[in-house]
T-cell receptor, first 114, second 110 residues
Framework: DQQVKQNSPSLSVQEGRISILNCDYT??????FLWYKKYPAEGPTFLIS?????DKNEDGRFTVFLNKSAKHLSLHIVPSQPGDSAVYFC?????????????FGQGTILTVHP | DAGVTQSPTHLIKTRGQQVTLRCSPK?????VSWYQQALGQGPQFIFQ???????QRGNFPDRFSGHQFPNYSSELNVNALLLGDSALYLC?????????FGSGTRLTVV
């Protein structure tokens, strides 16, 4: 039972353009959502998060949008840079925090071409 | 300031054996969580330790057990290894805030 799904295994974008990564969830108890980035041979690193009481959160080049009625969230990266090339995971928590039991999606490999 | 340290980085075990993985949390962190990441999948929550007690557990069999020591470091033990236990095992530490992940231990069961 995949409660968090990232349906695009990979995404290729030109440097300077927008990258949009998508994530869907099925569990309506999830109330906190996070995006992580992972480089090879490293652990995931936190990017940005959003609480279910909000529909948008921005941090520099990164913006996360949450559509609760559609159970969908997306991560926008503008402008995309070659250093953004990594695997991106969305994750969800039903405890309203960023450090409880997180349920992760399968990941999307982002490649940003110079 | 060292982040989360995991050891060993890689190991190979035979089916049926037992394995112990170790994690030292980031300085100031008192909570340790373990995740299993199979190839091509996202991390899956195994369990979380706080004050030397298992606080939360994911959907993993009893073959997976853990321990947290008074210095907040933690061990993950897996008994009766199966081929399907081959994965990257990630440790994450926290203190009332978001996780810091280690680089993981790559376990291969042959």
């Amino acid at each position: 039972d995949q409660q968090v799904k990232q349906n695009s295994p990979s995404l290729s974008v030109q440097e300077g353009r927008i990258s949009i990564l998508n994530c869907d969830y099925t569990n309506s108890m999830f109330d906190y959502f996070l995006w992580y980035k992972k480089y090879p041979a490293e652990g995931p690193t936190f990017l940005i998060s959003i609480s279910s009481i909000k529909d948008k959160n921005e941090d520099g080049r990164f913006t996360v949008f949450l559509n609760k009625s559609a159970k969908h969230l997306s991560l926008h990266i503008v402008p995309s840079q070659p250093g953004d090339s990594a695997v991106y995971f969305c994750a969800a928590n039903a405890g309203g925090t960023s450090y409880g039991k997180l349920t992760f999606g399968q990941g999307t490999i982002l490649t940003v071409h110079p | 300031d060292a982040g989360v340290t995991q050891s060993p980085t890689h190991l190979i075990k035979t089916r049926g054996q037992q394995v112990t993985l170790r994690c030292s949390p980031k300085s100031g962190h008192d909570t340790v969580s373990w995740y299993q990441q199979a190839l091509g999948q996202g991390p899956q929550f195994i369990f979380q330790y706080y004050e030397e007690e298992e606080r939360q557990r994911g959907n993993f069999p009893d073959r997976f057990s853990g321990h947290q020591f008074p210095n907040y470091s933690s061990e993950l033990n897996v008994n009766a290894l199966l081929l399907g236990d081959s994965a990257l095992y990630l440790c994450a530490s926290s203190h009332q805030a978001g996780y810091t992940f280690g680089s993981g231990t790559r376990l291969t069961v042959v």
